[in-house]
């Protein structure tokens, strides 16, 4: 304990040292609450981490790879002394992979890098829907972490046809499709996605918007987004309480934890996790590398695209449903999305206390993950209505029943405590009783304090 005592003491004077000569305190962020510091609460910082990681293993990524269509007069994976006829790109990630000391590692680990980043924001954004992150004065982040998702989602699509493998390019022209069905945004985007209609067009196109266009768009709504939340600070937690503060005023962060050293470490301690996991299953499982686009050697492969867009395939595989209705359904869910901080305006945060909002979100969350699983067991199988109620009825039913039900619950015992709490005051005094009795001395409590007690 002494020598406990003496370190974070030494500790202190050493980082009081640097921070008065570096002038850290000017441009550090907000302090936060003590009872913050759980990993709930840090899901977009995770998020961050993610995007900042791959930044960095995609900038070594870029010393080896060519992102050009043309053939190659290397072996490529070939027996010596033959040539591959393999196109620039593919055979450029072969070479990583197979010649590039810890290649294999620097590219798995990109790869499933995305994978965790997209896992780690639909959490972030669930976070912020259940615990109405969303409500006022968020409503311009809410906003913007949305686009922040709809930019990683871009990210994902923009560079799984990057090694040019079959899959990737048949999955990627599906996707170009279902994007210039998009009502006006589709004939206006069209020049800008095929660019001049040829392959080369294409994947010169996507490797620019992956590398530079929406980096640069993620990191200015990054920059946004964190503005904002340190404009508003971190919402309190949730209750029933409508006159709930949800924003901590500047004294009460006197007696907050500062950004400089202990949130920042416990942040690195987070990031240094996540890298340590991310190597790991990147050294464990390695990406194996399909063959390449125009291998007419190859057994045909099923066009299917990565996991997080495997429920959009899906639907557009449903009986009677064409892509422009697909597209449709998504057009709608994001406006829902963005315009939910102006649909959902009820001062009351908890999710016990919005079960409309809880059942759409739980009925999109099951849609998302039945249709995901549903995708990548049966790509590009035709489903018939039927089959498709006997699927996705129940789940919307289901969770229906069960919110109305807790929420019904919840209700019923809600008002038996602001009954209890009453004829506790009556019979304390506290309130005036009718006929003829004394007035009481002590005012009563006022409808929000019943509210915070019933708590």
């Not at 392959?199 to 530079?212: D, N, Y």
């Not at 998302?368 to 006997?390: D, K, N, R, Y």
């Amino acid at each position: 304990m002494g020598f406990e005592h003496w370190f974070n003491k030494n500790l202190n004077r050493v980082w009081g040292f640097i921070e008065q000569r570096a002038g850290i305190s000017k441009w550090a962020l907000r302090p936060q609450p003590a009872f913050t510091f759980k990993p709930s609460y840090w899901t977009g910082a995770f998020v961050a981490n993610a995007f900042f990681i791959q930044v960095a293993t995609g900038l070594l990524l870029l010393l080896y790879y060519e992102p050009s269509v043309a053939p190659t007069l290397t072996s490529c994976g070939q027996p010596l002394g033959t040539y591959s006829t393999a196109p620039a790109a593919w055979c450029s990630t072969y070479y990583l992979i197979h010649g590039v000391p810890m290649g294999s590692l620097l590219l798995s680990s990109h790869l499933y890098g995305a994978y965790a980043m997209l896992f780690l924001a639909f959490i972030h954004f669930y976070r912020g829907y259940y615990l109405g992150a969303y409500k006022k004065p968020r409503e311009f982040s809410w906003m913007a972490g949305t686009l922040l998702l709809l930019l990683t989602l871009g990210m994902g699509f923009t560079g799984y046809i990057l090694p040019y493998t079959e899959i990737a390019y048949n999955a990627t022209n599906v996707g170009i499709v279902l994007a210039l069905r998009l009502p006006t945004l589709g004939a206006l985007t069209a020049p800008f996605l095929l660019a001049n209609g040829t392959p080369q067009g294409l994947l010169s196109r996507m490797f620019a918007l992956h590398v530079l266009v929406i980096p640069l768009a993620l990191g200015a709504l990054l920059y946004a987004h964190i503005a904002l939340f340190e404009s508003h600070g971190i919402a309190p937690p949730a209750t029933s309480d409508p006159t709930q503060r949800n924003v901590y005023v500047k004294a009460e962060e006197k007696t907050q934890v500062p950004f400089w050293p202990q949130i920042f470490f416990y942040m690195t301690k987070w990031a240094l996790l996540y890298l340590g996991l991310l190597f790991g299953i990147a050294a464990l499982w390695p990406w194996q590398l399909p063959t390449y686009y125009g291998n007419f050697a190859a057994v045909a492969s099923v066009t299917e695209p990565d996991w997080y867009f495997l429920w959009l395939f899906k639907v557009v595989d449903f009986y009677g449903v064409t892509p422009v209705i697909a597209v449709g359904i998504t057009v709608v869910l994001m406006l829902y999305i963005l315009a939910l901080p102006f649909l959902d305006r009820s001062p009351r945060r908890h999710p016990r206390d919005r079960p409309i909002v809880v059942m759409i979100g739980n009925t999109l969350l099951g849609f998302f993950i039945l249709l995901t699983v549903w995708g990548g067991l049966t790509p590009g199988v035709q489903i018939l209505p039927m089959a498709v109620a006997e699927r996705l009825a129940p789940i919307a039913i289901i969770n229906v029943l069960v919110v109305a039900l807790f929420y019904l619950r919840y209700r019923k015992s809600y008002q038996s405590r602001l009954i209890a709490r009453g004829s506790a005051y009556r019979l304390s005094g506290a309130y005036p009783v009718v006929g003829g009795a004394p007035r009481a001395t002590v005012s009563p409590p006022s409808r929000a304090s019943e509210v915070k007690s019933a708590d």
